[in-house]
Nanobody, 126 residues
Framework: QVQLVESGGGLVQAGGSARLSCAAS????????MGWFRQAPGKEREFVAA????????YYADSVKGRFTISRDNAKNAVYLQMNIVQPADTAVYSC???????????????????WGQGTQVTVSS
């Protein structure tokens, strides 16, 4: 069992930065591919970024590539999302997710997620 708790986010000005954190419980954190998803009002949940178990491979949605960076610290059971040059279109509830397996070569699909966090709101003002 893995429990995920996000923090960070809030109100950010367009062009600014924000950093989301996700704290995970459990002793097998490094055995999971970790990812971030987001859901804007009236829209479906969408994949944002993923990182493999060792932290050496990352995968991003085209909409955030070059602006967002996902990282993890297995010693702290934590995964992060650094968001730079944010835009109003980035406004959404961001959720941390864990998928079984250790490598990532494509986006995580919603049905593949084994554990979800409760989500944290990020609002980008123009």
């Amino acid at each position: 069992q893995v429990q995920l708790v996000e923090s960070g986010g809030g109100l950010v000005q367009a062009g600014g930065s924000a950093r989301l954190s996700c704290a995970a419980s459990g002793r097998t954190f490094s055995n999971y591919v970790m990812g971030w998803f987001r859901q804007a009002p009236g829209k479906e949940r969408e994949f944002v970024a993923a990182i493999n178990g060792s932290g050496g491979r990352r995968y991003y949605a085209d909409s955030v590539k070059g602006r967002f960076t996902i990282s993890r610290d297995n010693a702290k059971n934590a995964v992060y999302l650094q968001m730079n040059i944010v835009q109003p279109a980035d406004t959404a509830v961001y959720s941390c997710a864990a998928r079984s397996g250790m490598d990532v070569t494509r986006p995580i699909e919603v049905h593949e997620v084994r554990y979800w966090g409760q989500g944290t709101q990020v609002t980008v003002s123009s």
